[in-house]
Structures are given as C-alpha cells and as structure tokens.
C-alpha cells in the first residue's frame, strides 16, 4: 500500500503532467513514467516540514527551528539523486507554498534539465545559499511516451557546526522534538507526520518545557526563548478541559480526542516537567501545582488500592472499571508506577498500592528511566535501590542481543522499548505500536514473532547514555554512519533482515523525542541537572520526592549559584 510520509517527516504525492502516466511507489524506489502523449511529464512532490497542508517550510540557510541559536544552525547546500535507471529528462524543483492550502505557491529555483542515459545515475546539483523557505522539493521526468525514471533516494547536503557527539545527539533530537511545537497553540503535535492541533500529546508537551530548559541551561537556545516556549506551553496546557482534575493524552483543537483517555500517568508527567521547567525559569508554579493538588485522586484509587490509569473518553467511568474496578492501574514495578505515586505523594502525603520488587512487567526500557529523566533516582522507602537496579537493567539490555550475528558488536546494537515497529507495511494497523522489552513478568518481545526479525529502539540507548557513555556513543555513531540519525533523520526503530538490508522507521515522535533528548541531556548536564534542582526548590515536589525516598537514603543535589 501507498505510504504517504517521507522520511523528514512530511508527506509526498504524484505529480500528474499532460497524457497519461503512472506513479509507482515500489519498495524502496519510486518509478515515474509516461505513458502517451509529447511533452509530458510525471513526477513526485515532497514535503520537507510536516504535511504540505501544514503550510510549514524548511529553511535552507538555518535547518534548524528559530529558536536554536545561529552558531548551532546548519544550512542546505546541495542535493544528490540516487537514480537507477531512466530515460528522457529530468529536473528539480524547489518551491514555497502551495496553490490549495497556502497560496501562493513561489518556484525559489529549478534546476537543469538532465539527460537520463539508461542506468545508475547520481547526480549532484549545488543551491545557491539564500534560498530561504523551502516548502516542498518536487522531481519529475520530461519527454514523451516511453520516457521514465526509476529513482533510488533522494538526499539534502548540509553543512553542520562541528562539535563532539553527545552535543549533536542532543542538539539535532531536540531540534526535531521543538519543530514538532506550535507557537500559536503552545502544544506539541504526537509526531512530525500531524498538522499543528490535529493530533496533540499532552505527555510531550510537557516534556517540551523541560527540554527546553535543559536546551538553554546547555547554551543551545536563550532564556528569553526557553521561557517563551514554557509560558506559551503553560497557558496551553492549563486551558485543557479535565476529567476529575485529570488531563486528556492527545488532543485535537484543545479537546479530547474521541476514544482516548483522560490519563493520570501522563496528567502526572505534563505537570511534574512543567512546574520543573517553570522553576527553572522563575516563573511562578502556583497554577500548575494547584492542577496537581487539584486533581480527584480519590475517585482514581482502585479495589486493588492502586491508582487508576484514567478515565474514558467521555468521563463516565474509569478505564478499569468494565472489570469492576479491582484489577488493574499502576500497580506494577516501575517508574510509572512510582511518579502516579511520586505525585499522590505531594498532593496528599499517601501512596497507593503498588509492587515494588523487580521485575517490570515486560522490561521495555523506558519504563525502568522514564522517572530519572525528572528526579535522581533514589534509594525508595520499599527498599528499592534505583541506582543499583538501573545498572541492573541496563546490563540486561545490552546482553539480550550480545550473541546476535548483526547486533552483538562491535558496536553492540541495543535497546528494547516501546515504540513504533520499524515496517509498518507489514502488521495490522492496531499492532503498529508495541511494547518491545527484554521481559519481565511475560516473556520478552524482541519483535521476532510479530515481524520475523528483532528490532532496536535507539532511544533507550540515548536514556541510559549517563550510565553507559562509550556503548551508547558506539551505537550512535553506528547511527550516523549509516546516516539512520541526521541533522534532519531519526530512527524511531530498526532491525536487519537476513540479506543485511537495514529496515527503518524514520518516526518523528515527540514522546520518544523527548525521551532521546532529555537522556542525553542528563548526561551533558552531570551534577548541574536543571530539573533536579528545581524538584528540590519546589516545596510541593520536594515533600513528596522525600516521602517516597528512604529514610537512609542519600541523595545529592546540585548546588547552583545564579
């Protein structure tokens, strides 16, 4: 079937000339050909920021969102066709706006015209470097009937700042987690693939403010543009209609998204990122603590004396309650499990029922970093050792694949977790999204049932770079080098076939953006931590991180002078 996404995030269709003719979308190349007629031409547009019917654009001589400061910007320089095979001309062009969404449509420049002599062709076409707005790249063949091309890739060539790894790491995944923010809403769209305000993650656009936070307390943005991005998500969020003092995961225009949740867990990472990253700031968090006290945790306890994950679309019950309310909710071991509680905690100085002895229950990765990412891990006062158990987790990523032909090293490929699978050609629409983990309660989910080869989820390896620096660096280098991780390309997951042929979904998601940005900048910030300070400076956070730590657990935080 047609996929209508491109790997920056946009979409793509054909474009139709005088005659008749085809647009094959084939695995791996496109074929344009012209079937009747003279002087025809087929083709395919491309957009190069979100859906065309966003009206976004890339700039060419700063690739990066605004907010990213110009000595940190890189620029468009060229272009390089993969073609393998074609005959009559072909030519690009690059234009800005579009004649039935954003009128009106400019061509910014053309190029040559180019023979296609039968055969592989690569062709370099160098840009003039005021281009400016790019909205779409557009490429066809010309001729007559009998006349086509056969194209392999198309590339962008930019010219990038040189700095170490970890710094580009974090530069280049914020950079696409803040272009998937929208100033005028303040939210942050669930992926590049959605127009502004079509497909909004509450979650993420809390995690936003945070990563903004971490960008400018790491020299990437300035205060005046972090603070921007905080108030605005701010004024955004606090707006939101709630279920019993509960927010919707995704949204649309502001409401809830119908057959979605009311969702505690990400209610509970919205709030607990924003009211960090507004003390960083210095902004006032009263409005946004009073959400968090606010919120009915009564009506969230369960039978089992856990806290419900939420409530469904229309509010009328909560999401367990079809199973009488007694099974269910965050009880399992993990993070989640301990940040619903983290902020009971806060709110009310109780915590609700909730396993705390290893493992989780399918040892998808995030699960056992997402709380570090907002709070040092503790010593709890169950008994967990955090950073001993984190260490304990991450050696089991790493040795899970350790014996693997392709992912064993060096360097070694790692990382199960959840996210999108890496060839969505190939699985139902409702097993898209899954939970890949080394196991725990169930059994492990490495992909190879479902798809018939074992994925890698880059971003748990970005979350767990503190702990593990020269693996991580090792497989992200690996990344780059098979350009799978760009100034401009993510890889949400990927996995080998037997024929060594690497399968890539180049999702950008801002939930695992988010997760891949701020794990990186832990390791970048150290013991300077911006989050970890403000938990500690907000009386709120404070009283609760230290009512869910041990009494005989230490742990330090930063002491900054400002």
Same mark, same amino acid.
């Given at each position: 079937?047609?996929?209508?996404?491109?790997?920056?995030?946009?979409?793509?269709?054909?474009?139709?000339?005088?005659?008749?003719?085809?647009?094959?979308?084939?695995?791996? /190349?496109?074929?344009?050909?012209?079937?009747?007629?003279?002087?025809?031409?087929?083709?395919?547009?491309?957009?190069?920021?979100?859906?065309?019917?966003?009206?976004?654009?890339?700039?060419?001589?700063?690739?990066?969102?605004?907010?990213?400061?110009?000595?940190?910007?890189?620029?468009?320089?060229? @272009?390089?066709?993969?073609?393998?095979?074609?005959?009559?001309?072909?030519?690009?062009?690059?234009?800005?706006?579009?004649?039935?969404?954003?009128?009106?449509?400019?061509?910014?420049?053309?190029? #040559?015209?180019?023979?296609?002599?039968?055969?592989?062709?690569?062709?370099?076409?160098?840009?003039? @470097?005021?281009?400016?707005?790019?909205?779409?790249?557009?490429?066809?063949? /010309?001729?007559? #009937?009998?006349?086509?091309?056969?194209?392999?890739?198309?590339?962008?060539?930019?010219?990038?700042?040189?700095?170490?790894?970890?710094?580009?790491?974090?530069?280049?995944?914020?950079? !696409?987690?803040?272009?998937?923010?929208?100033?005028?809403? +303040?939210?942050?769209?669930?992926?590049?693939?959605?127009?502004?305000?079509?497909?909004?993650?509450?979650?993420?656009?809390? !995690?936003?403010?945070?990563?903004?936070? /971490?960008?400018?307390?790491?020299?990437?943005?300035?205060?005046?543009?972090?603070?921007?991005?905080?108030?605005?998500?701010?004024?955004?969020?606090?707006?939101?209609?709630?279920?019993?003092?509960?927010?919707?995961?995704?949204?649309?225009?502001?409401?809830?998204?119908?057959?979605?949740?009311?969702?505690?867990?990400?209610?509970?990472?919205?709030?607990?990122?924003?009211?960090?990253?507004?003390?960083?700031?210095?902004?006032?968090?009263?409005?946004?603590?009073?959400?968090?006290?606010?919120?009915?945790?009564?009506?969230?306890? @369960?039978?089992?004396?856990?806290?419900?994950?939420?409530?469904?679309?229309?509010?009328?019950?909560?999401?367990?309650?079809?199973?009488?309310?007694?099974?269910?909710?965050?009880?399992?071991?993990?993070?989640?499990?301990?940040?619903?509680?983290?902020?009971?905690?806060?709110?009310?100085?109780?915590?609700?029922?909730?396993?705390?002895?290893?493992?989780?229950?399918?040892?998808?990765?995030?699960?056992?970093?997402?709380?570090?990412?907002? #709070?040092?891990?503790?010593?709890?006062?169950?008994?967990?050792?955090?950073?001993?158990?984190?260490?304990?987790?991450?050696?089991?990523?790493?040795?899970?694949?350790?014996?693997?032909?392709?992912?064993?090293?060096?360097?070694?490929?790692?990382?199960?977790?959840?996210?999108?699978?890496?060839?969505?050609?190939?699985?139902?629409?409702?097993?898209?999204?899954?939970?890949? +983990?080394?196991?725990?309660?169930?059994?492990?989910?490495?992909?190879?049932?479902?798809?018939?080869?074992?994925?890698?989820?880059?971003?748990?390896?970005? /979350?767990?770079?503190?702990?593990?620096?020269?693996?991580? !660096? #090792?497989?992200w280098q690996w990344l780059e080098t098979k350009r799978l991780f760009t100034a401009l390309n993510n890889t949400e997951s990927l996995m080998i076939t037997t024929d060594e042929q690497i399968v890539w979904n180049a999702l950008k998601g801002s939930w695992n953006l988010s997760l891949q940005t701020l794990g990186w900048g832990r390791l970048l910030a150290g013991s300077d931590h911006p989050l970890y300070q403000s938990l500690w400076d907000v009386a709120l956070l404070r009283q609760g991180y230290i009512w869910m730590r041990g009494p005989t657990c230490k742990s330090y935080f930063p002491i900054i002078t400002r």
């Amino acid at each position: 079937s047609f996929w209508f996404h491109n790997r920056l995030g946009g979409d793509r269709g054909a474009i139709e000339g005088p005659g008749s003719g085809n647009v094959i979308f084939g695995e791996g /190349m496109v074929t344009a050909q012209i079937n009747s007629g003279t002087d025809s031409l087929r083709g395919v547009w491309t957009a190069l920021n979100h859906p065309i019917r966003d009206c976004s654009s890339l700039d060419f001589t700063a690739i990066f969102p605004p907010q990213i400061k110009p000595e940190f910007q890189g620029r468009v320089t060229g @272009l390089r066709v993969h073609i393998h095979d074609g005959q009559g001309q072909f030519q690009v062009i690059l234009q800005n706006g579009e004649s039935s969404h954003c009128p009106p449509q400019v061509t910014k420049w053309t190029s #040559a015209t180019v023979a296609l002599t039968g055969g592989a062709q690569e062709l370099f076409l160098s840009l003039p @470097l005021d281009l400016g707005e790019i909205g779409h790249l557009n490429w066809q063949v /010309m001729g007559n #009937a009998g006349n086509f091309v056969v194209v392999d890739r198309v590339e962008l060539i930019v010219e990038i700042p040189q700095f170490d790894l970890p710094h580009r790491a974090f530069l280049w995944s914020y950079a !696409m987690l803040l272009a998937n923010w929208d100033s005028d809403s +303040g939210f942050t769209r669930d992926s590049a693939y959605f127009t502004a305000n079509e497909f909004d993650n509450v979650s993420a656009s809390g !995690m936003q403010a945070a990563a903004a936070v /971490m960008a400018w307390r790491l020299g990437f943005i300035s205060e005046a543009s972090a603070t921007e991005i905080v108030v605005k998500t701010s004024q955004a969020l606090l707006a939101l209609p709630r279920c019993h003092g509960v927010w919707p995961h995704f949204i649309k225009d502001g409401q809830i998204i119908s057959g979605t949740e009311w969702s505690s867990i990400d209610s509970v990472i919205a709030l607990i990122a924003l009211i960090e990253a507004r003390q960083a700031l210095d902004l006032n968090t009263i409005q946004v603590t009073e959400v968090l006290t606010g919120i009915d945790w009564p009506a969230l306890i @369960l039978g089992n004396g856990s806290i419900s994950h939420g409530f469904v679309t229309d509010c009328s019950e909560r999401l367990e309650d079809k199973d009488g309310g007694v099974t269910g909710g965050w009880h399992d071991f993990g993070t989640e499990s301990w940040l619903v509680n983290w902020a009971y905690a806060a709110a009310t100085g109780n915590v609700a029922n909730f396993d705390h002895t290893p493992p989780t229950f399918n040892g998808s990765g995030f699960i056992d970093e997402l709380g570090w990412l907002l #709070a040092p891990p503790p010593c709890d006062r169950w008994g967990t050792n955090w950073h001993t158990y984190r260490q304990q987790a991450v050696n089991r990523q790493l040795d899970y694949y350790q014996k693997h032909s392709d992912y064993g090293g060096p360097p070694r490929l790692f990382g199960l977790s959840a996210a999108e699978v890496p060839d969505l050609s190939i699985v139902a629409s409702s097993q898209i999204y899954q939970a890949f +983990g080394v196991g725990g309660e169930i059994p492990p989910n490495d992909g190879s049932t479902l798809l018939g080869y074992p994925v890698i989820i880059p971003h748990y390896a970005a /979350m767990v770079a503190s702990l593990q620096p020269t693996q991580t !660096m #090792a497989f992200w280098q690996w990344l780059e080098t098979k350009r799978l991780f760009t100034a401009l390309n993510n890889t949400e997951s990927l996995m080998i076939t037997t024929d060594e042929q690497i399968v890539w979904n180049a999702l950008k998601g801002s939930w695992n953006l988010s997760l891949q940005t701020l794990g990186w900048g832990r390791l970048l910030a150290g013991s300077d931590h911006p989050l970890y300070q403000s938990l500690w400076d907000v009386a709120l956070l404070r009283q609760g991180y230290i009512w869910m730590r041990g009494p005989t657990c230490k742990s330090y935080f930063p002491i900054i002078t400002r």
